[in-house]
């Protein structure tokens, strides 16, 4: 099942700079999209979420952008921090509950 | 902040035993949901589960899985003969409503079948 594609394994960015997170989905039916960062040891936490009738969404330093014709997001941290530091996900939903999660993208934000 | 709780946060089960993971979901979410995600893998979904039943399952969620809810608080899932291939961390979440809104995990248990 690969639906939902997060192509960099890893991301390594200075702090005070922009991290980009990227997504690609295949469904075009998928209607709801989520962010996630989890710490080693916890559960995915929620970070931001878009709907498909809009193309970005923002809240605080965190800003999802969506590319329907592309069937791409992207998540902008800025500025980043060492608290940043985590493996993000992305997840989407076509009309359900069932989340459709990519395989993770490991960001480190170094000083 | 209110927060999706699980136990045990490790479970060490021979295979073939019943095992049970529970989750407390947040107080006031209707809805409530299960995934895993196996060693190096990607985190899949398996139930979701509102009005005391079962409204979405995947291929996963096969007759050896159950979920319930036993009382106002709790939701387990019960796997009845364990295989090692059920090895996983099993992430439990839940939403105040379904569709689009955000689901909200708990930290998940280990599950480990020997």
């Known amino acids: 099942d690969q639906q939902v594609k997060q192509n960099s394994p890893s991301l390594s960015v200075q702090e005070g700079r922009i991290s980009i997170l990227n997504c690609d989905y295949t469904?075009?039916?998928?209607?709801?999209f989520l962010w996630y960062k989890k710490y080693p040891a916890e559960g995915p936490t929620f970070l931001i979420s878009i709907s498909s009738i809009k193309d970005k969404n923002e809240d605080g330093r965190f800003t999802v952008f969506l590319n329907k014709s592309a069937k791409h997001l992207s998540l902008h941290i800025v500025p980043s921090q060492p608290g940043d530091s985590a493996v993000y996900f992305c997840?989407?939903?076509?009309?359900?509950?069932?989340?459709?999660f990519g395989t993770g993208t490991r960001l480190q934000v170094f000083p | 902040e209110p927060e999706v709780t699980q136990t045990p946060s490790h479970q060490v089960t021979q295979m073939g035993q019943e095992v049970i993971l529970r989750c407390v979901p947040i107080?006031?979410?209707?809805?409530f949901y299960w995934y895993r995600q196996i060693l190096g893998q990607k985190v899949e979904f398996l139930v979701s589960f509102y009005n005391n039943e079962i409204s979405e399952k995947s291929e996963i969620f096969d007759d050896q899985f159950s979920v319930e809810r036993p009382d106002g608080s709790n939701f387990t899932l019960k796997i009845r003969s364990t295989k090692l291939e059920d090895s996983a961390m099993y992430f439990c979440?839940?939403?105040?409503?379904?569709?689009?809104?955000?689901?909200?995990f708990g930290d998940g248990t280990r599950l480990s079948i020997l």
């Open positions: 997840a989407a939903s076509e009309n359900t509950d069932k989340l459709i």
């Open positions: 469904n075009s039916m998928f209607d709801y």
């Open positions: 979440a839940s939403s105040d409503t379904g569709g689009i809104k955000p689901q909200h």
């Open positions: 107080s006031n979410h209707l809805y």
